[in-house]
C-alpha cells in the first residue's frame, strides 16, 4: 500500500559457527522455520564463495521438488565453506486484513534465508549474523500508517486513493480491531519463532529490525501489548 514498502529482517549471532559446524547450524536453523502449509519446503538454493560479486558456485531451482533442510544439507556438503553463504528462499503463512471485506485470510509470504561462513565477504556476518532472513513487508507486523499501538492514528496523509480508502475502512473499530488482532498473530508468529532459534542453536544474541521502524523489536511488543 505505501508507494515504497519497507523490509523487516531477522538476524542470528551464535556463540561460535566453525567450519566444521556450518551445515550443523544452518541445518538446526532451516528446521526452525514455520514453513508455509500450502507451500512447504525450500523452493531456490544459491551458495557464494567469496563475496557477492563472484559468480555463484551453485544454483538449483526447487520449485517443481521444493526440500527439506536435510536435503538442502546434503546438496550443499561439499560445497560450502567457511568463506561461502548460502542463500535459500521459502514460504511462510502470514495473516492478510482486507479492510475492503471486513476479512483476513493467511496468505504463503516470501522469506529469503542467509546462512554466511565467517570468511566470507570480509566477515560481514558481523554485521549481518551468521544466520539471517528477509521476513517480508514489514507492514505485517507494524500495520500501515501507525495505525496500531498505544496511540493509533494515521502519521502522515494518505499518498493514494487506495490508502486513504483504507483509512477510511479503519474508522470502524470492528475494522480496527480485527485488523490488531491479525498483526499480532503474524508477531506471535515472529517471537515463537525467535524462541525456537534460541533453543535450537547457541546463540549469542538475535536482533529483529527493520528499515522503517528505529526500534522494530519495540513497536512490536508495543502493538501486542496495547489494549
Not at 33 to 55: K, Q
Not at 57 to 65: A, F, G, H, M, N
Not at 126 to 154: A, C, D
Not at 200 to 215: F, K, N
Amino acid at each position: 500500500m505505501p508507494c515504497m514498502a519497507n523490509n523487516a529482517y531477522l538476524s542470528v549471532w551464535c556463540k561460535d559457527f566453525p567450519e566444521e559446524r556450518i551445515l550443523e547450524r544452518c541445518a538446526a536453523f532451516l528446521s526452525t522455520i514455520p514453513l508455509s502449509t500450502t507451500r512447504p519446503g525450500f523452493t531456490y538454493l544459491t551458495i557464494r564463495a567469496i563475496d557477492i560479486s563472484e559468480t555463484p558456485i551453485l544454483e538449483q531451482d526447487l520449485r517443481s521438488v521444493p526440500l527439506g533442510p536435510l536435503e538442502i544439507m546434503e546438496i550443499a556438503q561439499d560445497h560450502v565453506h567457511n568463506d561461502c553463504s548460502l542463500e535459500l528462499t521459502c514460504y511462510w503463512d502470514l495473516a492478510e486484513f482486507d479492510a475492503s471485506n471486513g476479512k483476513s485470510k493467511l496468505e504463503p509470504q516470501q522469506l529469503e534465508i542467509f546462512c554466511r561462513g565467517e570468511e566470507y565477504d570480509y566477515g560481514f556476518w558481523k554485521e549481518s549474523g551468521h544466520l539471517s532472513v528477509n521476513l517480508g513487508f514489514e507492514h505485517f507486523f507494524t500495520g500501515h500508517g501507525g495505525l496500531l499501538g498505544v496511540r493509533p492514528g494515521p502519521d502522515a496523509p494518505p499518498e493514494s486513493r487506495e490508502e486513504a480508502r483504507f483509512y477510511e475502512a479503519m474508522v470502524w473499530p470492528d475494522n480496527l480491531e480485527k485488523y490488531q488482532e491479525k498483526t499480532r498473530e503474524n508477531i506471535r508468529k515472529v517471537f515463537d519463532w525467535v524462541g525456537r532459534i534460541e533453543r535450537a542453536l547457541p546463540v549469542d544474541r538475535v536482533r529483529l529490525w527493520s528499515e522503517g521502524e528505529e526500534d522494530f523489536e519495540a513497536r512490536l511488543q508495543e502493538i501486542v501489548g496495547a489494549r
